[in-house]
Structures are given as C-alpha cells and as structure tokens.
C-alpha cells in the first residue's frame, strides 16, 4: 500500500467547506485576489497572447473561460492559459518550507482549479475548498522533500495539488481521486533545467502546465481511466527517482493550520529570494555614489547563491525570463534605476551597458547562519567596498509579504488596483475586488468572468 497516496485521497475526498477555518478561508481569498491581479496585470505579455490563442482554437461540450476574454475552451487549455497569466509577471505568490529546498508558487494551481469550478458548475465554496486542498499538497511537498538538488523542477507539485483539488471539484468518489493522484504524479517529472543558462518563455508556463496536468489527470480518472500502483513508494515511484523517501506532516485541519495561511507574497515582481536584496540595493543607493563602488558581496542563504560560473547568463542576461531571474542584474537594475518595473526586463535596461558594468561587481556569497534560519527567516547583507577604502555594510530580515511581515488586506487590494487597472476601468476594478473578498458566496463561479473582462481596443 501507498501511505503516502492513501493520505492524501483521504484529506481531498474527507475536506468539507464546514471543516475550514475562517483563517482558512481568509487566506484563500488574500491568495485570489493577488492572483486575479497578476493575471490582468499581465494580460498584454506576448507569451500570454500566444497561449490565449492556443486555447481559442478549441472548444468544448464544457468549457471554461480564459481569465479576461470570452474564450470558452476546454478546461486543460483554459487552465494552462489563465495560469500562464497569473505566473507571468513573476508577481504571484509563494512558498517555502523544510529545509527550504524550493518555492513552488502555489498560485501556479488557482488557473487549474479555477477552470475546474467553472468547467463543472461549481459555487464559490467548491473554489476555496479546491484551492485549499491545492495549496495543502504544495505545502506539504515543500516541507517534505527536496526536488532542485537533484535536478527536478517543481511543476509536479502542481500537477499533484490540481489533480486532488480538481478531483474533490468534479465530485470524485475516493477510488477515482487515487487515479487522479497516480495520473499526475507519474507522467509528469519536470527538469530543473527550465531555470538555468538563458531562460526561455517556458519558465512562467511550467507551472501552470503542471496545473494542466493535473486536471487532465482528474478529467481521465473521471472517465474511468486508472492510473499506476504506488505512485508515491513503489519501486520506481516518487520517492525513488529523487532519492528521498519522506513522510507528510500532519494536514491541515481546525486543530491544524492549513499551509494556505503561509503563503509568501511579493511587493516586487521578481522571484521571492530577491525581494529582500532589491529592497536592499533600493535602500543603499541613496548612500553611495555608484561610481565609487569597487565591489558589492551579497550575503545570502545557500540557496539563492550561485556563482559565475555554474550560471554566468545571470551576469549576462538576454531574455526577459533570465533577467527577473538574475539576482546581479536586479540589484544592478535597482541601483541604478532607483526601481523595479516592467521596464526593467526590457532589452534597453538589460543590455545596458551601465547596469551591466555595474553587475560585474557583484559578488553572492552563502553565510551558514541565513542559511540555518531560512526560510523562517530570510536575510540579506551587503558589504559594498568603495575605491576610498571605504566598507559600507547594509543588513536586513524578510521582506514585506513574508508571513512575519506580512501584506495587509488594504496592502494586497492597492496591488490588485495597480495591475488590474493596466486593462479595467477604475470601476470595473473595483467590482470585481470586491466581489473577490466575498467569493465563498457565490453561487456560480461563472459569474466571476463578466468582471474579469477586458474591453477589445478600439
């Protein structure tokens, strides 16, 4: 037997909406709303469009709708495109556990649980309960395992969490949400090899793909479609590909907060290790001359520290991806930009030759203390050495959104403003936030898309 499947059939077929905590349910809608915000903030990116039109070229005898357009498609492909929305901007949530070993963006499974509650005709409590399941399963494989040290990428996480909280969705008896599980787990092993060289538009679609995977893997294991024995612990299972055999930690439950609650959010749009160097090198740069900089180490934990080296495309990026990617190149960026935009991925600021001078300087370096109290605690040092002799050293802990300071609700809905009304009007915005916070009383998550549209220019 497959404790490690039997555990979580139980926790998404026994899960009812009256088992959740009001934290719970809270915490599930601070997620959607930051969501839906990165998602309309995004909505104009290239890659995005090539996924939309993907998606418009297929119908379905139950559709569901690609976030801010009128596109009924099959719900694998609304999945994939509205997630490929929300993943974009390197804006949507996150999480980190355990030994900190990779942070999955649990927001990568809402497009797939979201076409989900919408393909099946679901209301607003079927959604939180389907998302809380997601992010349970994100969680727990964070805290639990280790994937990036041995080469693998986290989009499994994704196609594990959709495939259970897709499955409770669609009303699967336990049988089926076993199948479901062994569907996600078994075909769709992803390579670490997304994040590293020059980095490709595939970066901000894996997840989201992986949440497509796992409600197709629900949709097969409804039509009766069985999948492999002993996912998780047979001979050539999981656990045995990544070497690492573990053991869930208790689900969440009233007695046991759920990991929706600890999500990680982000002030800035790049990935969370940089929020707390960005804001750093925002600080430092109202205390030194640029030009007067010899060299800057960055103080780090094990995990956000690379050298030249193992990737030296980060001291030379090329693609939008590689460049919200690179730790040097966003701290080059801030300091001498005094900000972090949309306008920083853009090849006229990372290609320029002043930000790119100033890159070279850069040094990361492990210190064994962050690294023993992360990811409790995140830390940052700079030491910036000037051509006078001079050392400035500059030492910050987490930064805004993580779960020990976090965003406020009033923080999150000026987030979702800023990017929703890149394509809605202010009242249309608006509405739609504030039907946001009161998602559990829908009663048709269908209801939510009118307000998510956006107008066709002209």
């Known amino acids: 037997m497959d404790k490690t499947k039997e555990k979580f059939v139980a926790f998404a077929a026994d899960l009812n909406y009256a088992d959740l905590t009001p934290e719970a349910v ?15 903030g995004a909505f104009h990116a290239e890659p995005v469009k090539a996924v939309r039109a993907l998606a418009s070229r297929t119908t379905a005898a139950a559709p569901a709708t690609v976030i801010g357009t009128q596109i009924r498609t099959s719900a694998d492909l609304a999945a994939l495109a509205s997630g490929a929305m929300v993943r974009y901007s390197d804006f949507s949530d996150d999480y980190f556990g355990g030994n900190g070993d990779t942070g999955p963006h649990p927001s990568d499974n809402i497009g797939g649980i979201l076409a ?41 996480f994704h196609s594990i969490a959709t495939a259970l909280g897709a499955a409770r969705i669609l009303g699967l008896p336990r049988r089926q949400i076993g199948s479901a599980l062994a569907l996600a ?8 090899q997304t994040r590293l060289g020059d980095i490709s538009n595939w970066k901000s ?20 479609i069985t999948g492999p024995h002993e996912p998780f612990e047979g001979k050539a299972g999981l656990m045995e590909q990544l070497d690492n055999p573990f053991e869930l930690g208790a689900l969440g439950s009233k007695d046991t907060p759920f990991k929706v609650q600890s999500t990680f959010f982000k002030c800035l749009p790049v990935r969370y290790e940089m929020q707390l160097p960005v804001w750093v090198a925002l600080e430092l740069r109202d205390r030194v001359r640029l030009q007067d900089i010899e060299s800057i180490r960055v103080y780090l934990e094990k995990r956000s ?17 590689t460049a919200d990617h690179s730790g040097p190149y966003l701290i080059g960026a801030a300091l001498v930009d005094g900000e972090i935009t949309e306008r920083t991925f853009t090849p006229q600021r990372y290609r320029d030759p002043a930000i790119l001078d100033l890159v070279q300087k850069i040094h990361l370096e492990e210190d064994n203390e962050y690294t023993a109290a992360f990811p409790r605690t995140f830390h940052c040092r700079f030491e910036v050495a000037l051509e006078s002799g001079e050392v400035i050293t500059v030492h910050k802990t987490n930064p805004k959104g993580h779960p020990a300071n ?5 923080e ?20 739609l936030l504030d039907q946001l916070w009161q998602l559990e009383k829908l009663d048709d998550i269908g209801k939510l898309f009118p307000l998510m549209l956006v107008a066709e220019p002209g």
């Open 26 to 40: 809270h915490a599930v809608k601070r997620c959607v709303v930051d969501a839906i915000g990165c998602a309309l």
């Open 412 to 431: 999150l809905d000026e987030k979702f403003l800023k990017q929703a009304g890149v394509v809605l009007a202010a009242k249309q915005s608006r509405a």
């Open 305 to 321: 520290v690379f050298s030249r080296s193992y990737n030296p495309a980060h001291w030379d990026p090329r693609t939008r991806e």
């Open 205 to 224: 679609l894996a997840g989201p793909n992986g949440s497509r995977n796992g409600l197709f893997a629900a949709l097969l294991a409804r039509e009766g």
């Open 406 to 410: 976090p965003l406020t609700d009033r």
């Open 185 to 192: 787990v078994v075909p769709n092993i992803c390579l670490y």
């Open 116 to 156: 989900a509650a919408e393909s099946a005709g679901a209301d607003g409590k079927a959604l939180v309960l389907g998302i809380v399941i997601a992010y349970e399963a994100c969680g727990q494989f964070v805290d639990h395992t280790a994937l990036r040290v041995r080469g693998w990428d986290h989009p499994i």
